[in-house]
């Protein structure tokens, strides 16, 4: 069992890390098995970065290549410019799958809609 307080996070930081990329993963799969065209496409690179980021954070992988590359580039945006360009990065494809042809069920976009919101209020109160 592991202990939450002993990790020094902030609800928001938790929420962040763990929670938002398991959910727009889920929410990216639920797109992709209903949409279809370009915003399958979407839906289907919104899969892979969330799960993939939530993925690379549970297994503390070695950073080695593409990966010491990805974290760098994440981590010095999250230091210049705040925890706000982790929420752009997952959520971007997402979006973009709501706005381009082949979009389905506009409630994937509005669980996405106060997720993000919810997200926003943690990170307010964090401050």
Known sequence: MIDIGALGLSPFELALTF?????????????????????????????ILAWGTLGLVLADLPKVGFVA???????????????GVWVAVLSLPLVLSALVEGRRWWGVDLVHLVLVAGLTGLWYFAI
Request: proline residues 2%.
């Open 19 to 47: 929670a938002f990329p398991a959910l727009i993963g889920l929410l990216g799969l639920i797109r992709a098995v209903i949409a279809s065209g370009a915003s399958r496409v979407c839906a289907v690179a919104a899969l």
């Open 69 to 83: 590359a990805w974290l760098v580039i994440l981590q010095d945006a999250t230091d210049r410019f705040g925890w």
